[in-house]
């Protein structure tokens, strides 16, 4: 059965510096991999997914993503946070792209970026 | 604004109401699903539909009854509900498995309350 972790309930980071949001999973098949937000009384908007190919994934509003397969990882980056990053990230895996339809949801971290 | 929509935004019922959540989307997609988002629980997933047939129902209370006429359309019809089922209910669509929209697309959510 596939999991996702998000370690971290709550990350805090100062406005202008990088932040890291953390992720790691467990699929019995290949992983798809996406990272999705969500403002305060809004549905979840899609950021960016990992599929093959290049490790490092690029998304929306200058976030990207590192799959690590040997850690079982799909870290959120962003090299300079801005206030309005504030908001509640979700990574989410389904396995075997073609035919699950399944997505399994972290419980998601809150992202606080102060100014 | 992701192409998925949701009425009502907001629902106040007594638990011996009927009322009917509706989701359209407007991209196409053949898969959707219906998601329950209580505070401090990560989200969970009720029902998925794909080419209008059901797919999953992840042991959702008979309480709650979804219905896909097309692959346009998805209701979810709630009766007899409990305090604990005041929740934000999210719909997403999802497009071919593999392709470039194979990601999920959320609506905005209705936020339902009862009494």
């Known amino acids: 059965a596939q999991s996702v972790a998000q370690p971290e309930d709550q990350v805090n980071v100062a406005e202008g510096n990088p932040l890291t949001v953390k992720c790691t999973y467990s699929?019995?098949?290949?992983?798809?991999l996406f990272w999705y937000v969500q403002y305060p009384n809004r549905g979840l908007q899609f950021l960016l997914k990992?599929?093959?190919?290049?490790?490092l994934v690029k998304g929306s509003y200058g976030f990207e993503a590192e799959f690590n397969k040997s850690q079982t990882s799909f870290h959120l980056k962003k090299p300079s946070a801005l206030v309005s990053d504030s908001a509640l990230y979700f990574c989410?895996?389904?396995?075997?792209?073609?035919?699950?339809?399944?997505?399994?949801f972290g419980p998601g971290t809150r992202l606080s970026v102060l100014p | 604004e992701t192409g998925v929509t949701q009425t009502p935004r907001h629902l106040v019922m007594g638990m011996t109401n009927k009322k009917s959540l509706k989701c359209e989307q407007h991209?196409?997609?053949?898969?959707m699903y219906w998601y329950k988002q209580s505070a401090k629980k990560p989200l969970e997933l009720m029902f998925v539909?794909?080419?209008?047939?059901?797919?999953e129902n992840n042991s959702v209370p008979s309480r709650f009854s979804p219905e896909c006429p097309n692959s346009s359309h998805l209701f979810l019809h709630l009766h007899t509900l409990q305090p604990e089922d005041s929740a934000l209910y999210l719909c997403?669509?999802?497009?071919?498995?593999?392709?470039?929209?194979?990601?999920?697309?959320f609506g905005p959510g209705t936020r339902l309350t009862v009494l």
């Open positions: 997403a669509s999802r497009g071919l498995a593999g392709g470039p929209t194979d990601t999920q697309y």
């Open positions: 699929v019995s098949g290949n992983p798809y």
């Open positions: 990992y599929i093959t190919g290049d490790n």
């Open positions: 989410a895996v389904r396995d075997d792209g073609n035919y699950g339809q399944n997505f399994v």
């Open positions: 991209l196409g997609h053949n898969a």
């Open positions: 539909y794909n080419f209008k047939e059901q797919t």
